[in-house]
């Protein structure tokens, strides 16, 4: 079992920056794929991002210029910095994760999720 606990989040001024962290623990080895999910008010949860242990990665086209995904091996944590943060950059940010790499492929799509097995409980981002 792999647990996730996403840490970062908070109320931010347009324009302005954020990094988000998801702590890996349990049977984090077991993981090749991690990504960053959105979900706002009225919305559907969307795939912003997403990090292969093999290091490629994958952004939704509306985020690419502004988030980065990264992941500190050392500590176990995966990184979303976000930039020139927009009001529509609101909601609860999950981090999720799966052993398998191909997940890598799924991210932006709009049934994404389903190829990841693990789910954090996420953090708010509010943006005014």
């Known amino acids: 079992h792999v647990q996730l606990v996403e840490s970062g989040g908070g109320s931010v001024d347009a324009g302005g920056s954020l990094r988000l962290s998801c702590a890996a623990s349990g049977y984090s080895s077991i993981v090749n794929c991690m990504g960053w999910y959105r979900q706002g008010i009225g919305e559907e949860r969307e795939g912003v991002a997403g990090l292969t242990s093999d290091g490629r990665t994958a952004y939704a086209a509306s985020v690419k210029d502004r988030f980065t995904i990264s992941y500190d091996k050392t500590k176990n944590i995966l990184y979303l910095s976000i930039s020139s943060l927009q009001p529509s950059d609101t909601g609860m940010y999950y981090c999720?994760?799966?052993?398998?790499?191909?997940?890598?492929?799924?991210?932006?799509?709009?049934?994404?999720?389903?190829?990841?097995?693990?789910w954090g409980q996420g953090t708010q981002v509010t943006v005014s």
């Open positions: 999720a994760a799966t052993p398998g790499m191909g997940a890598i492929n799924h991210v932006s799509e709009s049934a994404g999720e389903r190829y990841f097995q693990y």
